[in-house]
Protein backbone atom coordinates (compact mmCIF):
# COMPACT_ATOMS: atom_id res chain seq x y z
CA UNK A 1 0.00 0.00 0.00
CA UNK A 2 1.43 3.40 -1.14
CA UNK A 3 2.69 5.27 2.02
CA UNK A 4 2.83 2.44 4.63
CA UNK A 5 4.91 1.93 7.14
CA UNK A 6 7.98 -0.29 7.40
CA UNK A 7 7.35 -3.11 9.86
CA UNK A 8 9.92 -3.04 12.83
CA UNK A 9 11.62 -6.07 12.95
CA UNK A 10 12.08 -7.28 16.56
CA UNK A 11 15.65 -6.97 18.17
CA UNK A 12 15.94 -10.65 19.43
CA UNK A 13 15.16 -11.80 15.43
CA UNK A 14 17.26 -9.16 14.08
CA UNK A 15 19.99 -10.26 15.99
CA UNK A 16 19.56 -13.97 15.63
CA UNK A 17 20.32 -13.41 12.00
CA UNK A 18 22.82 -11.47 12.28
CA UNK A 19 24.45 -14.33 14.23
CA UNK A 20 23.38 -17.29 11.71
CA UNK A 21 25.32 -18.21 8.72
CA UNK A 22 22.07 -20.12 7.41
CA UNK A 23 18.64 -18.40 7.92
CA UNK A 24 15.43 -20.93 7.24
CA UNK A 25 11.67 -20.23 7.51
CA UNK A 26 8.72 -22.09 7.80
CA UNK A 27 6.59 -21.61 5.02
CA UNK A 28 2.79 -21.56 5.95
CA UNK A 29 1.52 -19.24 8.92
CA UNK A 30 5.13 -18.21 8.85
CA UNK A 31 6.26 -16.87 5.78
CA UNK A 32 3.12 -16.94 3.73
CA UNK A 33 -0.48 -16.47 5.58
CA UNK A 34 -3.47 -17.04 4.11
CA UNK A 35 -6.77 -15.19 3.87
CA UNK A 36 -8.80 -17.07 5.70
CA UNK A 37 -9.22 -17.66 9.73
CA UNK A 38 -8.52 -21.26 9.90
CA UNK A 39 -6.12 -23.84 6.70
CA UNK A 40 -8.92 -25.71 6.53
CA UNK A 41 -11.55 -23.11 5.36
CA UNK A 42 -10.15 -23.11 2.20
CA UNK A 43 -12.21 -25.98 1.44
CA UNK A 44 -15.64 -24.06 2.54
CA UNK A 45 -14.22 -21.65 0.05
CA UNK A 46 -13.43 -24.24 -2.75
CA UNK A 47 -16.88 -25.53 -2.12
CA UNK A 48 -18.52 -22.17 -2.67
CA UNK A 49 -16.31 -21.18 -5.72
CA UNK A 50 -17.04 -24.18 -7.27
CA UNK A 51 -20.83 -23.81 -6.97
CA UNK A 52 -20.76 -27.57 -5.64
CA UNK A 53 -24.51 -28.41 -4.04
CA UNK A 54 -23.01 -29.87 -0.53
CA UNK A 55 -20.19 -27.67 0.59
CA UNK A 56 -19.97 -28.12 4.20
CA UNK A 57 -20.44 -32.32 3.00
CA UNK A 58 -17.51 -31.42 0.69
CA UNK A 59 -15.39 -30.09 3.33
CA UNK A 60 -15.73 -32.69 5.60
CA UNK A 61 -15.01 -35.47 3.30
CA UNK A 62 -12.06 -33.58 1.95
CA UNK A 63 -10.52 -33.31 5.75
CA UNK A 64 -11.32 -36.85 6.01
CA UNK A 65 -9.28 -37.80 3.14
CA UNK A 66 -6.12 -36.75 3.94
CA UNK A 67 -6.20 -38.16 7.68
CA UNK A 68 -6.84 -41.49 5.93
CA UNK A 69 -4.59 -41.00 2.89
CA UNK A 70 -1.78 -40.33 5.47
CA UNK A 71 -3.08 -43.19 7.62
CA UNK A 72 -2.57 -45.86 4.60
CA UNK A 73 0.84 -44.29 3.16
CA UNK A 74 2.23 -44.65 6.79
CA UNK A 75 0.91 -48.17 6.96
CA UNK A 76 1.58 -49.28 3.87
CA UNK A 77 5.34 -47.71 2.72
CA UNK A 78 5.99 -45.97 5.76
CA UNK A 79 5.86 -42.24 4.47
CA UNK A 80 5.58 -39.49 6.44
CA UNK A 81 3.81 -37.20 3.77
CA UNK A 82 1.39 -37.73 1.03
CA UNK A 83 1.16 -35.67 -1.90
CA UNK A 84 -2.38 -33.98 -3.15
CA UNK A 85 -3.09 -36.14 -5.83
CA UNK A 86 -2.81 -39.26 -3.18
CA UNK A 87 -5.35 -37.24 -0.86
CA UNK A 88 -7.95 -36.42 -3.69
CA UNK A 89 -7.43 -40.68 -4.94
CA UNK A 90 -8.75 -41.26 -1.41
CA UNK A 91 -11.94 -38.20 -1.66
CA UNK A 92 -13.35 -40.29 -4.68
CA UNK A 93 -14.56 -42.94 -2.20
CA UNK A 94 -16.70 -41.02 -0.47
CA UNK A 95 -20.40 -40.44 -1.35
CA UNK A 96 -19.86 -36.43 -1.07
CA UNK A 97 -17.14 -36.51 -4.05
CA UNK A 98 -18.49 -39.46 -5.96
CA UNK A 99 -20.12 -36.97 -8.93
CA UNK A 100 -17.29 -34.05 -8.44
CA UNK A 101 -14.81 -33.59 -11.10
CA UNK A 102 -12.57 -34.28 -8.53
CA UNK A 103 -9.65 -33.48 -11.39
CA UNK A 104 -10.71 -30.07 -11.69
CA UNK A 105 -11.39 -29.78 -8.10
CA UNK A 106 -7.65 -30.43 -7.26
CA UNK A 107 -6.46 -28.06 -10.14
CA UNK A 108 -9.12 -25.27 -8.13
CA UNK A 109 -7.41 -25.90 -4.49
CA UNK A 110 -4.33 -25.19 -5.82
CA UNK A 111 -5.06 -21.76 -7.73
CA UNK A 112 -6.98 -20.95 -4.91
CA UNK A 113 -4.08 -21.63 -2.20
CA UNK A 114 -2.01 -19.46 -4.69
CA UNK A 115 -4.97 -16.39 -4.89
CA UNK A 116 -5.22 -16.53 -1.14
CA UNK A 117 -1.64 -16.49 0.50
CA UNK A 118 0.24 -13.48 1.47
CA UNK A 119 3.49 -12.32 2.96
CA UNK A 120 3.59 -12.01 6.61
CA UNK A 121 5.13 -8.48 7.19
CA UNK A 122 7.49 -9.22 9.76
CA UNK A 123 8.86 -11.92 8.60
CA UNK A 124 9.02 -10.22 5.00
CA UNK A 125 11.23 -8.41 6.84
CA UNK A 126 13.43 -10.87 7.65
CA UNK A 127 13.92 -12.64 4.74
CA UNK A 128 14.59 -8.90 3.24
CA UNK A 129 17.48 -8.72 5.93
CA UNK A 130 18.95 -11.98 5.86
CA UNK A 131 19.27 -11.38 1.73
CA UNK A 132 21.20 -8.00 2.58
CA UNK A 133 23.81 -9.35 5.37
CA UNK A 134 24.55 -12.35 2.70
CA UNK A 135 23.08 -15.04 4.61
CA UNK A 136 21.94 -18.43 2.87
CA UNK A 137 18.45 -18.71 2.80
CA UNK A 138 15.94 -21.36 2.30
CA UNK A 139 12.27 -22.73 3.24
CA UNK A 140 11.42 -25.83 4.62
CA UNK A 141 7.33 -27.08 4.66
CA UNK A 142 5.73 -29.81 5.80
CA UNK A 143 3.04 -29.86 2.93
CA UNK A 144 1.51 -31.68 0.65
CA UNK A 145 1.68 -29.33 -2.07
CA UNK A 146 4.11 -29.87 -4.83
CA UNK A 147 7.54 -27.77 -4.86
CA UNK A 148 6.29 -26.05 -8.36
CA UNK A 149 3.20 -24.90 -6.59
CA UNK A 150 4.83 -23.66 -3.12
CA UNK A 151 7.70 -22.11 -5.08
CA UNK A 152 4.96 -19.93 -7.48
CA UNK A 153 3.54 -18.84 -3.90
CA UNK A 154 6.47 -17.78 -2.40
CA UNK A 155 7.47 -15.68 -5.68
CA UNK A 156 3.87 -13.97 -6.41
CA UNK A 157 4.79 -12.65 -2.28
CA UNK A 158 8.00 -11.46 -3.17
CA UNK A 159 10.32 -14.35 -2.34
CA UNK A 160 11.75 -14.48 -5.39
CA UNK A 161 15.92 -15.11 -4.31
CA UNK A 162 16.75 -18.01 -1.70
CA UNK A 163 19.19 -20.47 -2.26
CA UNK A 164 17.25 -23.64 -1.68
CA UNK A 165 13.70 -24.66 -1.02
CA UNK A 166 12.58 -28.06 0.46
CA UNK A 167 9.18 -29.60 0.97
CA UNK A 168 8.00 -32.47 2.92
CA UNK A 169 5.82 -33.89 -0.22
CA UNK A 170 9.07 -34.24 -2.43
CA UNK A 171 11.30 -35.41 0.48
CA UNK A 172 8.93 -37.94 1.85
CA UNK A 173 10.44 -36.58 5.35
CA UNK A 174 9.04 -34.33 7.36
CA UNK A 175 9.87 -31.40 10.21
CA UNK A 176 7.43 -33.18 12.41
CA UNK A 177 9.51 -36.56 12.54
CA UNK A 178 12.75 -34.53 12.31
CA UNK A 179 14.11 -35.99 9.75
CA UNK A 180 13.58 -32.88 6.96
CA UNK A 181 16.40 -31.09 9.01
CA UNK A 182 18.64 -33.72 8.65
CA UNK A 183 18.33 -34.29 4.96
CA UNK A 184 18.53 -30.60 4.62
CA UNK A 185 21.74 -30.65 6.71
CA UNK A 186 23.31 -33.00 4.57
CA UNK A 187 21.94 -32.20 1.25
CA UNK A 188 23.21 -28.25 1.59
CA UNK A 189 25.88 -28.71 4.00
CA UNK A 190 24.85 -26.59 6.46
CA UNK A 191 26.50 -25.86 10.01
CA UNK A 192 23.75 -26.74 12.15
CA UNK A 193 25.11 -24.73 14.80
CA UNK A 194 25.42 -21.50 12.25
CA UNK A 195 21.94 -22.71 11.10
CA UNK A 196 18.76 -20.64 12.34
CA UNK A 197 15.28 -21.83 11.98
CA UNK A 198 11.72 -19.49 12.18
CA UNK A 199 8.79 -21.07 12.38
CA UNK A 200 5.32 -21.30 14.02
CA UNK A 201 4.85 -24.62 15.37
CA UNK A 202 5.91 -24.86 18.18
CA UNK A 203 6.83 -29.02 17.84
CA UNK A 204 8.21 -28.98 14.43
CA UNK A 205 9.88 -25.75 13.91
CA UNK A 206 11.41 -25.39 17.24
CA UNK A 207 11.55 -28.60 19.78
CA UNK A 208 12.76 -30.59 16.91
CA UNK A 209 15.36 -28.17 14.83
CA UNK A 210 16.58 -27.52 18.66
CA UNK A 211 16.26 -31.62 18.46
CA UNK A 212 18.19 -31.66 15.57
CA UNK A 213 21.30 -29.00 16.90
CA UNK A 214 19.63 -25.56 15.05
CA UNK A 215 18.63 -22.49 16.61
CA UNK A 216 15.36 -21.39 16.92
CA UNK A 217 12.99 -18.37 16.41
CA UNK A 218 9.35 -18.58 17.46
CA UNK A 219 6.70 -16.47 15.95
CA UNK A 220 3.52 -17.17 16.93
CA UNK A 221 0.06 -17.22 14.26
CA UNK A 222 -1.67 -14.50 13.53
CA UNK A 223 -4.64 -16.61 14.73
CA UNK A 224 -3.20 -16.44 18.45
CA UNK A 225 -3.47 -12.41 18.04
CA UNK A 226 -7.10 -12.37 17.25
CA UNK A 227 -8.93 -12.81 20.27
CA UNK A 228 -7.19 -9.53 21.44
CA UNK A 229 -8.86 -7.69 18.48
CA UNK A 230 -12.02 -6.14 18.32
CA UNK A 231 -13.53 -8.88 15.99
CA UNK A 232 -12.07 -11.56 18.09
CA UNK A 233 -14.02 -10.70 21.09
CA UNK A 234 -17.13 -10.21 19.81
CA UNK A 235 -17.00 -13.18 17.46
CA UNK A 236 -15.20 -15.83 20.06
CA UNK A 237 -15.31 -18.76 17.34
CA UNK A 238 -18.55 -18.01 15.86
CA UNK A 239 -17.12 -18.56 12.23
CA UNK A 240 -18.14 -21.89 10.51
CA UNK A 241 -15.07 -23.82 9.93
CA UNK A 242 -14.64 -27.02 8.53
CA UNK A 243 -12.29 -27.74 11.58
CA UNK A 244 -15.79 -28.01 13.51
CA UNK A 245 -17.72 -29.96 11.15
CA UNK A 246 -18.78 -32.68 13.11
CA UNK A 247 -21.25 -31.02 14.97
CA UNK A 248 -24.38 -29.77 13.43
CA UNK A 249 -24.17 -26.61 10.95
CA UNK A 250 -26.49 -24.07 11.73
CA UNK A 251 -25.73 -21.53 8.84
CA UNK A 252 -25.60 -21.95 5.13
CA UNK A 253 -21.94 -23.29 4.75
CA UNK A 254 -21.30 -19.65 2.68
CA UNK A 255 -21.96 -17.69 5.57
CA UNK A 256 -18.92 -19.23 7.45
CA UNK A 257 -16.47 -18.61 4.57
CA UNK A 258 -17.20 -14.56 4.67
CA UNK A 259 -16.64 -14.70 8.79
CA UNK A 260 -13.31 -16.91 7.98
CA UNK A 261 -12.15 -14.04 5.60
CA UNK A 262 -13.26 -11.45 7.95
CA UNK A 263 -11.39 -12.72 10.85
CA UNK A 264 -8.58 -14.29 8.31
CA UNK A 265 -7.87 -10.71 7.19
CA UNK A 266 -8.14 -9.51 10.77
CA UNK A 267 -5.88 -11.93 12.05
CA UNK A 268 -3.16 -11.22 9.29
CA UNK A 269 -3.85 -7.05 10.54
CA UNK A 270 -2.33 -7.59 13.77
CA UNK A 271 1.18 -8.48 12.21
CA UNK A 272 0.89 -5.16 10.37
CA UNK A 273 2.39 -2.02 12.40
CA UNK A 274 -1.10 0.41 12.74
CA UNK A 275 -1.58 2.73 10.19
CA UNK A 276 -3.93 4.53 12.41
CA UNK A 277 -7.48 4.59 13.64
CA UNK A 278 -9.12 5.13 10.76
CA UNK A 279 -7.01 2.70 8.58
CA UNK A 280 -7.63 -0.19 11.06
CA UNK A 281 -11.37 0.72 11.62
CA UNK A 282 -11.16 0.45 7.80
CA UNK A 283 -9.43 -2.39 7.65
CA UNK A 284 -10.97 -4.59 9.75
CA UNK A 285 -14.81 -3.40 9.85
CA UNK A 286 -15.91 -0.93 7.25
CA UNK A 287 -14.55 -2.78 4.72
CA UNK A 288 -16.74 -6.01 5.39
CA UNK A 289 -19.66 -3.90 5.87
CA UNK A 290 -19.01 -2.71 2.26
CA UNK A 291 -18.80 -6.29 1.01
CA UNK A 292 -21.83 -7.49 3.04
CA UNK A 293 -23.72 -4.43 1.32
CA UNK A 294 -22.58 -5.10 -2.01
CA UNK A 295 -23.65 -8.67 -2.26
CA UNK A 296 -26.90 -7.76 -0.65
CA UNK A 297 -27.36 -5.26 -3.58
CA UNK A 298 -26.35 -7.61 -6.38
CA UNK A 299 -28.56 -10.06 -4.72
CA UNK A 300 -31.50 -8.13 -4.24
CA UNK A 301 -31.19 -6.15 -7.43
CA UNK A 302 -31.52 -9.45 -9.33
CA UNK A 303 -34.31 -10.96 -6.98
CA UNK A 304 -36.24 -7.63 -7.71
CA UNK A 305 -35.25 -7.44 -11.46
CA UNK A 306 -33.58 -4.30 -11.91
CA UNK A 307 -31.65 -4.23 -15.03
CA UNK A 308 -29.55 -1.03 -13.93
CA UNK A 309 -28.33 0.52 -11.05
CA UNK A 310 -27.76 4.12 -10.19
CA UNK A 311 -25.23 5.09 -7.00
CA UNK A 312 -26.19 8.61 -6.36
CA UNK A 313 -23.63 11.00 -5.61
CA UNK A 314 -21.57 11.66 -3.05
CA UNK A 315 -22.50 8.93 -0.23
CA UNK A 316 -22.73 6.56 -3.18
CA UNK A 317 -19.37 6.74 -4.68
CA UNK A 318 -18.07 4.53 -2.61
CA UNK A 319 -20.43 1.55 -2.50
CA UNK A 320 -20.33 2.26 -6.67
CA UNK A 321 -16.42 1.34 -5.94
CA UNK A 322 -17.43 -1.53 -4.68
CA UNK A 323 -19.53 -2.78 -7.22
CA UNK A 324 -17.19 -2.69 -9.77
CA UNK A 325 -15.34 -4.60 -7.94
CA UNK A 326 -17.64 -6.77 -7.27
CA UNK A 327 -17.98 -7.26 -11.10
CA UNK A 328 -14.36 -7.38 -11.75
CA UNK A 329 -14.68 -10.60 -9.60
CA UNK A 330 -17.51 -12.41 -11.10
CA UNK A 331 -19.21 -11.57 -7.49
CA UNK A 332 -22.19 -8.88 -9.26
CA UNK A 333 -23.77 -8.47 -12.78
CA UNK A 334 -25.94 -6.05 -12.59
CA UNK A 335 -24.68 -3.28 -14.31
CA UNK A 336 -24.26 0.31 -12.35
CA UNK A 337 -23.33 3.79 -13.05
CA UNK A 338 -22.25 7.20 -10.83
CA UNK A 339 -24.94 9.54 -10.87
CA UNK A 340 -24.40 13.19 -10.24
CA UNK A 341 -27.53 13.82 -7.59
CA UNK A 342 -28.47 16.01 -3.84
CA UNK A 343 -31.82 17.36 -2.34
CA UNK A 344 -30.81 20.30 -3.93
CA UNK A 345 -30.06 18.87 -8.03
CA UNK A 346 -33.72 17.28 -7.54
CA UNK A 347 -35.90 18.60 -5.53
CA UNK A 348 -35.88 21.57 -6.85
CA UNK A 349 -36.30 20.97 -10.73
CA UNK A 350 -39.22 18.58 -8.83
CA UNK A 351 -41.46 21.56 -7.57
CA UNK A 352 -44.65 21.60 -9.24
CA UNK A 353 -46.38 23.96 -6.61
CA UNK A 354 -45.05 25.99 -3.66
CA UNK A 355 -47.24 23.45 -1.23
CA UNK A 356 -46.00 22.83 2.35
CA UNK A 357 -44.47 19.71 1.06
CA UNK A 358 -42.70 21.99 -1.00
CA UNK A 359 -41.88 24.84 2.00
CA UNK A 360 -40.65 22.22 4.25
CA UNK A 361 -37.76 21.21 1.92
CA UNK A 362 -36.93 24.64 1.16
CA UNK A 363 -37.03 26.07 5.21
CA UNK A 364 -35.24 22.63 5.99
CA UNK A 365 -31.95 22.72 7.66
CA UNK A 366 -30.35 22.50 11.16
CA UNK A 367 -28.05 25.33 10.74
CA UNK A 368 -29.22 28.90 11.56
CA UNK A 369 -29.16 30.08 8.53
CA UNK A 370 -30.06 34.37 7.47
CA UNK A 371 -32.83 34.74 4.85
CA UNK A 372 -30.88 35.52 1.93
CA UNK A 373 -28.82 32.60 2.47
CA UNK A 374 -31.88 30.32 2.36
CA UNK A 375 -32.99 32.10 -0.67
CA UNK A 376 -29.29 31.82 -2.13
CA UNK A 377 -28.94 28.26 -1.71
CA UNK A 378 -31.94 27.21 -3.61
CA UNK A 379 -30.50 29.76 -6.94
CA UNK A 380 -32.74 32.52 -6.33
CA UNK A 381 -31.35 36.49 -6.52
CA UNK A 382 -31.34 37.91 -3.28
CA UNK A 383 -31.19 41.74 -4.90
CA UNK A 384 -34.34 40.86 -6.71
CA UNK A 385 -36.17 39.55 -3.61
CA UNK A 386 -35.40 42.53 -1.58
CA UNK A 387 -39.16 43.83 -1.60
CA UNK A 388 -40.77 40.74 -1.05
CA UNK A 389 -38.31 39.74 1.44
CA UNK A 390 -39.44 43.16 3.52
CA UNK A 391 -43.00 42.88 3.04
CA UNK A 392 -42.82 39.19 4.40
CA UNK A 393 -41.18 40.94 8.17
CA UNK A 394 -37.81 40.46 7.61
CA UNK A 395 -35.71 44.05 8.33
CA UNK A 396 -33.04 42.62 5.96
CA UNK A 397 -31.52 39.47 3.92
CA UNK A 398 -29.03 39.06 6.70
CA UNK A 399 -31.62 38.86 9.49
CA UNK A 400 -30.96 35.08 11.17
CA UNK A 401 -34.20 32.51 10.75
CA UNK A 402 -33.87 31.50 14.58
CA UNK A 403 -37.73 31.02 15.69
CA UNK A 404 -40.90 29.74 15.04
CA UNK A 405 -42.69 32.91 13.88
CA UNK A 406 -39.34 33.84 11.56
CA UNK A 407 -40.14 30.15 10.57
CA UNK A 408 -43.57 31.23 9.39
CA UNK A 409 -42.31 34.74 7.73
CA UNK A 410 -40.04 32.53 5.77
CA UNK A 411 -42.91 29.87 4.26
CA UNK A 412 -45.15 32.92 3.72
CA UNK A 413 -41.69 34.40 2.16
CA UNK A 414 -41.25 31.18 -0.28
CA UNK A 415 -44.91 31.27 -0.61
CA UNK A 416 -44.18 35.11 -2.31
CA UNK A 417 -41.68 33.56 -4.50
CA UNK A 418 -43.46 30.87 -6.11
CA UNK A 419 -43.37 32.59 -9.92
CA UNK A 420 -39.53 32.97 -9.76
CA UNK A 421 -39.03 28.76 -7.68
CA UNK A 422 -41.16 27.39 -10.56
CA UNK A 423 -39.41 29.34 -13.26
CA UNK A 424 -36.07 28.16 -12.06
CA UNK A 425 -37.28 24.43 -11.21
CA UNK A 426 -38.59 24.78 -14.89
CA UNK A 427 -34.60 25.93 -15.99
CA UNK A 428 -33.32 23.07 -14.18
CA UNK A 429 -35.66 20.20 -15.43
CA UNK A 430 -34.44 20.71 -18.56
CA UNK A 431 -30.41 20.55 -17.88
CA UNK A 432 -31.64 17.56 -15.43
CA UNK A 433 -33.16 16.33 -18.58
CA UNK A 434 -30.02 16.39 -20.45
CA UNK A 435 -27.69 15.05 -18.32
CA UNK A 436 -30.23 12.30 -17.19
CA UNK A 437 -30.35 11.54 -21.30
CA UNK A 438 -26.78 11.44 -21.23
CA UNK A 439 -26.49 8.71 -18.38
CA UNK A 440 -28.94 6.01 -20.22
CA UNK A 441 -31.56 6.67 -17.20
CA UNK A 442 -34.68 6.97 -19.65
CA UNK A 443 -33.24 3.81 -21.43
CA UNK A 444 -33.51 1.57 -18.50
CA UNK A 445 -36.33 -0.94 -17.77
CA UNK A 446 -36.33 -1.14 -14.10
CA UNK A 447 -33.92 1.33 -12.37
CA UNK A 448 -32.17 0.64 -8.76
CA UNK A 449 -31.16 3.70 -7.04
CA UNK A 450 -28.19 3.44 -4.62
CA UNK A 451 -27.47 5.76 -1.49
CA UNK A 452 -27.02 5.78 1.99
CA UNK A 453 -30.59 6.56 2.76
CA UNK A 454 -32.39 7.00 6.30
CA UNK A 455 -35.50 9.03 4.77
CA UNK A 456 -35.99 7.80 0.84
CA UNK A 457 -36.61 11.67 0.08
CA UNK A 458 -34.53 11.52 -3.11
CA UNK A 459 -36.33 8.67 -4.57
CA UNK A 460 -39.67 10.55 -4.07
CA UNK A 461 -37.71 13.38 -6.36
CA UNK A 462 -36.63 11.14 -8.65
CA UNK A 463 -40.06 9.22 -9.44
CA UNK A 464 -41.83 12.82 -9.35
CA UNK A 465 -38.91 14.23 -11.93
CA UNK A 466 -39.57 10.79 -14.06
CA UNK A 467 -43.37 10.97 -13.88
CA UNK A 468 -43.05 14.94 -15.35
CA UNK A 469 -40.27 13.63 -17.94
CA UNK A 470 -43.44 11.52 -19.15
CA UNK A 471 -41.72 8.29 -18.12
CA UNK A 472 -42.86 5.17 -15.96
CA UNK A 473 -40.34 3.11 -15.41
CA UNK A 474 -40.18 1.30 -12.20
CA UNK A 475 -37.65 2.33 -9.51
CA UNK A 476 -36.63 0.57 -6.28
CA UNK A 477 -34.50 1.68 -3.59
CA UNK A 478 -31.51 0.46 -2.11
CA UNK A 479 -30.15 1.80 1.24
CA UNK A 480 -27.80 0.99 4.01
CA UNK A 481 -30.57 1.93 6.38
CA UNK A 482 -33.86 3.72 6.62
CA UNK A 483 -35.69 5.67 9.37
CA UNK A 484 -39.30 5.54 10.30
CA UNK A 485 -40.17 8.14 7.71
CA UNK A 486 -39.33 5.73 4.83
CA UNK A 487 -42.21 3.56 6.29
CA UNK A 488 -44.99 6.29 4.58
CA UNK A 489 -43.32 6.08 1.68
CA UNK A 490 -43.22 2.46 1.46
CA UNK A 491 -47.20 2.16 2.42
CA UNK A 492 -47.65 4.80 -0.32
CA UNK A 493 -46.39 2.20 -2.91
CA UNK A 494 -42.88 3.22 -3.12
CA UNK A 495 -39.87 0.00 -3.29
CA UNK A 496 -37.38 0.57 -0.76
CA UNK A 497 -34.90 -1.94 0.99
CA UNK A 498 -32.81 -1.40 3.26
CA UNK A 499 -29.28 -3.70 4.24
CA UNK A 500 -28.76 -2.74 8.23
CA UNK A 501 -32.49 -1.38 9.56
CA UNK A 502 -35.39 -0.57 7.77
Known amino acids: MSGAKAET ?264 QSQGFWHDLGYTHVGMLLLGFGLWLERMARETGVSHLYFLARDGHIMHRVHQLLRDQGLAQVPGSYLYASRRAWNVPALMDIDEQACDFLVSGTSRLMVGEFLSRVGLDVKDALPLIHAAGFRDPGQRVRNGRDYGRLRALFRSLAPALLELAREERAILADYWGQEKVFEQAHIGLVDIGWHGSLQDSFLKLMARFGRGTPVTGFYLGTYAAATARVAAGARQFAFLCE
Not at 28 to 55: K, S, W
Not at 172 to 187: C, F, I, N, P, Q
Not at 258 to 268: E, I, V
Open 9 to 272: LPQALAEAIEAASVVTFDIFDTALVRAIENPVDLFLLLAHEAQLPDGSGFARARVAAERVARQRGWESRRAAEVTLEEIYAVLAEYPEAAALDLHTLMLRECELELRVSQRHPVIGQAYEQARQLGKRVGFISDMYLDTPLIAAMLDKCGYVDYDFLQVSSAAGKTKASGELYAHVRDRHALDPARHLHIGDNWHSDIQQAIAAGLKTYHIRKNADHLPKTPVGKRFKRRSITPASLDGEISREAGDGIWQSLWRGLSASHTAR
